[in-house]
């Protein structure tokens, strides 16, 4: 009768022990169920957060093309038609198309803003087409210039995956009329003046400015590239610029490339 006993509650332990396992088998495989969810669902945000930053790199390559490609435009007409601006907008980073993104640009007038600056009460020009403003700040502040605004768009897609990026990008253009400029060139200006020279005006040049003699400048100079002093126009060797020669600047002045 003992015997039987123990030999029922050594049977009893046995279950136990199997139950016991099977639920720490449970937990551990609950506990791997869950790592795996995590570090598949971390790895699926990092891949679309990856996917979404080269797709913003890629609208703000379409935006940046579009606002140099409207640069140049204005290099050569100040008044592009329409036509202009959409193949401009149709002209989208050549090798993003390649690496498999897809663009959809638009470059065009902003009547918001246009109707805006009409409205201000820093309207200069009430019955011209574009308004006219005093530029604040910059090389050119103080100077008047009618002023033409301008909106942006990139929405770049990525091909494979469906992820898109839209960007904008509102953008003013300024004409400012030359005769507000004592001197203008639209390439290079050069000063030998000989005898002693003083001038008072604005004086901006889209190219080099080649100063000898004894110059003086009342006002502001502005240019696009650099402003020479050694060397002459023509590339030969100034003479007189191992004294720096007599340039004097009375009103800050300072180059500006553009």
Not at 4 to 26: C, F, N, V, W, Y
Not at 85 to 94: D, T
Not at 158 to 181: A, D, K, S
Request: hydrophobic share 40%.
């Amino acid at each position: 009768m003992t015997k039987d006993l123990h030999q029922l509650k050594r049977s009893g332990e046995r279950g136990a022990a199997l139950i016991t396992a099977l639920i720490i088998l449970a937990l551990l495989a609950a506990i791997s169920v869950s790592v795996l969810a995590v570090v598949s669902s971390e790895a699926n945000i990092a891949g679309s957060d990856l996917q979404r930053t080269q797709t913003f790199y890629a609208a703000a390559a379409g935006i940046e093309k579009m606002t140099n490609d409207f640069s140049a435009l204005f290099s050569l007409k100040l008044q592009p038609t329409n036509s202009d601006l959409v193949q401009i907008a149709n002209s989208p980073p050549p090798e993003l198309a390649a690496e498999g993104f897809s663009f959809q640009q638009k470059l065009t007038l902003d009547l918001d803003a246009l109707n805006a600056m009409r409205n201000s009460s820093r309207q200069r020009c009430p019955n011209s087409q574009y308004p006219c403003v005093t530029i604040d700040s910059g090389p050119f502040a103080g100077l008047y210039a009618a002023v033409t605004p301008y909106k942006l768009s990139s929405t770049a897609t990525m091909t494979r995956t469906g992820t898109q990026v839209r960007l904008e990008r509102e953008m003013n253009n300024y004409l400012i009329p030359l005769f507000q400029f004592g001197m203008f060139s639209d390439s290079d200006l050069e000063l030998h003046p000989g005898p002693p020279f003083t001038f008072n005006g604005r004086v901006h040049a889209n190219g080099n400015i080649y100063l000898t003699g004894d110059v003086t400048f009342l006002s502001k100079v502005t240019t696009a590239n650099e402003v020479v002093r050694d060397v002459l126009r023509n590339g030969k060797f100034w003479a007189g610029s191992s004294n720096g020669g007599n340039v004097r600047w009375v009103i800050g002045s300072y180059t500006v490339r553009l």
